[in-house]
């Protein structure tokens, strides 16, 4: 018996789809690690740039003052570096915080109380000499330096509150990505050791079958090579002693005629009947035999031509049982061209064998591809593949559908006491196999008196 490997497929299908899930799940983690990584870096950056802002601003007023006291020109240089970079701190701030509006708020404050800042700490080096106005300058360079301290420690406090949730959001991802690591590792080893298991254990039953099967072929070979010893003595020694019977009836017959009275005549007649219905059947299961020893080569096969033929070595051999034969325009197939003439001589003799006495034969043959899921149900067919269906419908006797398989078995014939028909019981049992022989098959439906319809059935590649 050959092993079903089909549970293969599903746990395949199981263990990589959960593979699949574990992967995404291990990718999606890995992904919002980085992405928490990335926003701690960034909140370090905005702090970062907090600070050097607020310390750029402390230094320009520190060099202001410095001036002030020793009246040294080198702190100028220095106030105007360090207020040169106050201005462009603040921008950089804004463009590091687009999505928090609440710094963008603050900032936007900042950067005018830093302007104002810078202008008080102008206006302080303007007012050097008078010390009225150096004083109230002073008190307002103070009070906009007092606001701009409180922005940066709303700023910084928030930016440390952010900094906060996002080193827990990332010390969270850092303990999960280990561990779905940890579990896709585990999971992909009994994956593999449960698979090699599998596997070896589908390997040991496949080789088992394949121990069996050639065991099988050797045994069919056996048996072919028999069978091809029996028809060898079927076509040679079988046939001699029926020529005899034959010849020598046809002597006796013929030589002693005046001699025999009509009962001798008849049982002489009888005998060379048997003999040549012998001979019929013997040629029939010779064929029957070879049909799958056959060396011819698959060629493309024009329907017609071949039908036509047939109809006319039919119309030749039984000139008292005269038919139509109405045939449409039918496609080519790809077969063994003598073997397709030995299957439509089959199905035309049976239907010139069973037509009805008191009606004229008409057979009507036609051809339509058709879907494989339109065939019937009880046929093992390939999936996607079109089919070839042609059809041989007669009204002739027919036949009650209840034997619509016994038919195609060997020598089983439809006997009608009312009717006799000679048939041997042969000649669908050699169509069938014919059409096995084309990866095919046959069916047949009838209704009695009313006719029989054969449908053939030859596989064509989608």
């Not at 900042?110 to 002073?138: G, I, P």
């Not at 049909?291 to 109809?311: C, Q």
């Not at 070839?388 to 089983?412: E, P, R, V, W």
């Amino acid at each position: 018996m050959r092993p079903n490997l089909a549970y293969l497929n599903i746990i395949f299908s199981i263990t990589l789809s959960i593979l699949l899930i574990l992967s995404a799940i291990f990718l999606n983690s890995m992904a919002d690690l980085v992405d928490a990584e990335e926003k701690v870096v960034h909140t370090y950056k905005v702090i970062g740039q907090i600070d050097l802002l607020k310390n750029n601003l402390n230094k320009a007023e520190s060099d202001v003052r410095g001036f002030l006291l020793t009246n040294d020109s080198s702190f100028l240089k220095f106030y105007e570096s360090s207020a040169g970079e106050i201005l462009t701190s603040v921008d950089t701030l804004i463009k590091l915080t687009p999505d928090n509006k609440l710094q963008q708020k603050k900032l936007s404050h900042l950067k005018r109380w830093a302007r104002f800042r810078l202008e008080c700490l102008e206006q302080t080096l303007a007012f050097s000499n008078d010390s009225s106005l150096l004083k109230d300058n002073v008190l307002l360079g103070k009070n906009a330096m007092d606001s701009c301290l409180n922005i940066f420690g709303v700023m910084k406090s928030e930016e440390l509150n952010l900094l906060e949730g996002r080193n827990k959001t990332k010390s969270v991802y850092s303990y999960a990505a280990p561990f779905t690591f940890t579990i896709i590792f585990i999971f992909t080893l009994i994956i593999f050791i449960t698979s090699f298991l599998f596997i070896a254990e589908a390997l040991k039953r496949r080789a088992k079958y394949q121990t069996e099967l050639e065991g099988q072929v050797l045994e069919l070979n056996r048996m072919n090579s028999e069978l091809n010893e029996f028809s060898f003595i079927a076509s040679h020694n079988l046939q001699e002693p029926l020529r005899k019977l034959r010849v020598f009836s046809d002597r006796l017959s013929t030589k002693y005629k005046e001699h025999l009275n009509d009962e001798a005549k008849q049982i002489i007649a009888r005998m060379d009947a048997a003999a040549t219905k012998m001979h019929e059947l013997m040629n029939d299961f010779i064929n029957f035999i070879n049909i799958h020893n056959t060396n011819e080569e698959i060629s493309l096969v024009v329907l017609n031509d071949i039908i036509e033929k047939v109809a006319s070595e039919i119309r030749n051999q039984t000139p008292e049982k005269p038919f139509s034969l109405r045939i449409a325009k039918l496609g080519n197939v790809h077969g063994y061209a003598n073997q397709l003439h030995i299957l439509f001589k089959c199905l035309l003799d049976n239907s010139v064998r069973y037509c009805r006495t008191d009606l004229p034969l008409e057979v009507k043959i036609s051809g339509e591809i058709v879907s494989w899921k339109k065939l019937p149900e009880n046929r093992n067919v390939v999936s996607n593949w079109s089919y070839y269906k042609i059809t041989i419908a007669d009204n002739g006797m027919g036949f009650d559908n209840i034997f619509s398989q016994k038919i195609f078995k060997l020598f089983q014939r439809l006997d009608n006491e009312e009717k006799p028909v000679s048939a041997k019981g042969t000649g669908l049992a050699i169509a069938e196999h014919i059409m096995i022989r084309h990866h095919g098959f046959v069916t047949a439906s009838g209704s009695v008196e009313q006719g029989a319809s054969f449908n053939l059935f030859f596989p064509m590649k989608s």
